[in-house]
């Protein structure tokens, strides 16, 4: 018989290790985001296995995000691009599956939602908004460089010609200064330096930081997850500043691929972006192929998936008023908001 259990702390390394077996799980999968959603957010983090005498066959990582302005979900996982079940056998995410819903019913929220990377092909509810970006790159700098289409090649070697440097090391202040300010002018509310801190707490050398400056000053920076053999920048933006200077963001993400193709990193995930965006066109311009993301739901209370996200009409007021904000003032209001976008 399966049972299906709750993930504690005393079997933080079980969980993992059927992580890093299975082709199917991501770094969104790991147990440390259980520890990230509820020191970082407050959230309840509802980790579920299944297990066959003492032998763990399936993971659902699910955490409870519950807001008067943005609604009351059940999401696999809160906060990251992918999530949803990873099974050995159907039995296995049948039941986990069904106990996901028993849960989501219970809590009596508005969605279950899975972030799936394949479609589960359950007939659940499926909103096609996001795309990922993923590509293998050759331990040759030279390889990689020539496989960057034309146009975008030119700009990273404009940021070369103009000096730009990139650093990589403990440079965590750095990185959320220069985040805060991009997110801001974008506006978007930022997440809170404690969610940062915590993420290095939890992964340590599988989290960094690269910051790119201009004769001193920063100007970009980018916080990086590292996955088996894959790098997924996932945090990363400019200042106002960088705008004069030719090149910041394709010199930034091409010293991300340089350095990881000689640690011997062999996919770059670019990661997710809503469609027809210009962060899904750049994308496109970096000779990355689209592949659909499969965001399936499970409607609890609702009538329909939930929007949010910056392109939904009534945020557009609310966006166009945070871009003006003082940053002291989006830093101190921005992590109250933000920790319910997830």
Request: proline share 5%; glycine share 8%; charged share 25%.
């Amino acid at each position: 018989m399966i049972t299906i259990n709750q993930l504690s702390p005393d079997n933080f390394s079980r969980w993992d290790e059927f992580v890093a077996k299975s082709a199917e799980a991501t770094f969104f999968h790991r147990a440390g985001w259980k520890t990230v959603l509820e020191n970082a957010f407050g959230h309840r983090g509802y980790f579920l296995y299944a297990e066959r005498d003492g032998k763990i066959e399936g993971i659902l990582p699910l955490g409870h995000n519950k807001s008067a302005l943005f609604g009351n979900v059940l999401v696999s996982t809160p906060f990251c691009v992918y999530g949803g079940i990873v099974a050995e056998n159907q039995e296995a995410a049948s039941a986990l599956r069904q106990a996901a819903c028993d849960l989501a019913h219970s809590l009596k929220v508005d969605a279950l939602e899975l972030r799936n990377l394949k479609p589960s092909n359950e007939g659940w509810a499926e909103k096609n908004l996001y795309s990922t970006f993923r590509k293998s790159i050759d331990a040759d700098p030279e390889v990689n460089m020539k496989a960057i289409p034309s146009k975008q090649r030119t700009m990273v070697r404009k940021g070369i010609k103009n000096g730009l440097v990139s650093e990589v090391g403990d440079y965590w202040d750095r990185a959320y200064r220069v985040y805060s300010e991009s997110v801001r002018n974008l506006g978007t509310p930022v997440f809170s330096k404690k969610y940062f801190k915590t993420l290095k707490h939890v992964f340590g050398d599988d989290c960094g930081v690269m910051m790119i400056s201009h004769q001193g000053k920063d100007v970009a920076g980018v916080v990086s997850f590292y996955f088996r053999d894959e790098v997924l920048p996932y945090y990363g933006g400019s200042v106002a500043a960088a705008r004069s200077i030719k090149g910041v963001n394709d010199f930034m993400y091409w010293e991300l691929m340089r350095r990881s193709a000689e640690q011997g990193i062999k996919t770059f995930d670019f990661g997710r972006s809503k469609n027809g965006t210009g962060p899904y066109k750049f994308k496109k311009h970096w000779g990355f192929v689209p592949e659909p993301l499969h965001y399936e739901y499970s409607l609890i209370t609702a009538d329909s998936a939930p929007d949010v996200n910056p392109l939904n009409p009534k945020y557009q007021l609310f966006i166009k008023a945070w871009k003006k904000l003082p940053l002291f003032a989006a830093n101190m209001m921005g992590p109250i908001l933000a920790k319910n976008l997830g």
